[in-house]
């Protein structure tokens, strides 16, 4: 079983300071991971993803996140916020199984004030 | 390359009727998963179509039903729609299984 854990519903941050959204894993093998980002009435984008190689991941716009296995989590970051980057963000987790089931936590909604 | 599309964009329908979704996938990717987003929630796993067969599926009942084409479109059919189907219905495409997914815009379904 898998599942990922996304703390804050919401989050309100300021022009130019620090994005930190949580993200906490289960996962009885060794995890894939992923942030994706939604824009009001949009799909899916994927921000980044970690496949086993490096612990501390990059990706697209300035964001990052690190494995950390000892606490679970896939923290997402961006060390200054941009207006544009108000969204719904969703970390995910899928399986090793035959089959390659995405499972989405319930998002956290970033508001970045001006 | 052409991204992942979906049709139609919105789509409203009345409690006991048929709907039809459709995703074409991008281009090389023989794997198509569908999933239901609900307003407020993640979305949700509905079944998964890898060279035209069902590959997994997640906990939605059989009125939930697909279909990929040697194309590798897909279908997605729900019968006798329930209110509680009204969501966001999100499709994506992977080569091979794979776990990296690229998702369509999404069909925004309305029944009432």
């Known amino acids: 079983a898998q599942s990922v854990t996304q703390l804050g519903s919401h989050v309100s941050v300021s022009e130019g300071a620090l994005v930190l959204l949580r993200c906490n894993y289960s996962?009885?093998?060794?995890?894939?991971l992923f942030w994706y980002v939604q824009y009001p009435n949009q799909g899916l984008q994927l921000l980044l993803k970690?496949?086993?190689?490096?612990?501390l991941v990059k990706g697209i716009n300035g964001f990052e996140a690190e494995f950390k296995k000892s606490e679970t989590s896939f923290h997402l970051t961006k060390p200054s916020a941009h207006m544009s980057d108000a969204a719904e963000y969703f970390c995910?987790?899928?399986?090793?199984?035959?089959?390659?089931?995405?499972?989405f936590g319930t998002g956290t909604k970033l508001q970045v004030i001006p | 390359e052409t991204g992942v599309t979906q049709s139609p964009t919105h789509l409203i329908k009345t409690r006991g009727q048929q709907v039809t979704l459709r995703c074409s996938s991008q281009?090389?990717?023989?794997?198509v998963s569908w999933y239901q987003q609900a307003l407020g929630q993640g979305p949700q796993f509905i079944f998964q179509?890898?060279?035209?067969?069902?590959?997994g599926r997640g906990n939605f009942p059989p009125r939930f039903s697909g279909l990929q084409f040697p194309n590798y479109s897909s279908e997605l059919n729900v019968n006798a729609l329930e209110l509680d189907d009204s969501a966001l219905y999100l499709c994506?495409?992977?080569?091979?299984?794979?776990?990296?997914?690229?998702f369509g815009p999404g069909t925004r379904l309305t029944v009432t």
């Open positions: 994506a495409s992977s080569p091979d299984r794979g776990r990296e997914q690229y």
């Open positions: 996962s009885s093998v060794p995890p894939y």
């Open positions: 970690y496949t086993s190689a490096a612990t």
């Open positions: 995910a987790v899928t399986s090793s199984g035959g089959y390659q089931k995405v499972t």
């Open positions: 281009s090389g990717h023989n794997t």
């Open positions: 179509y890898y060279r035209e067969e069902e590959n």
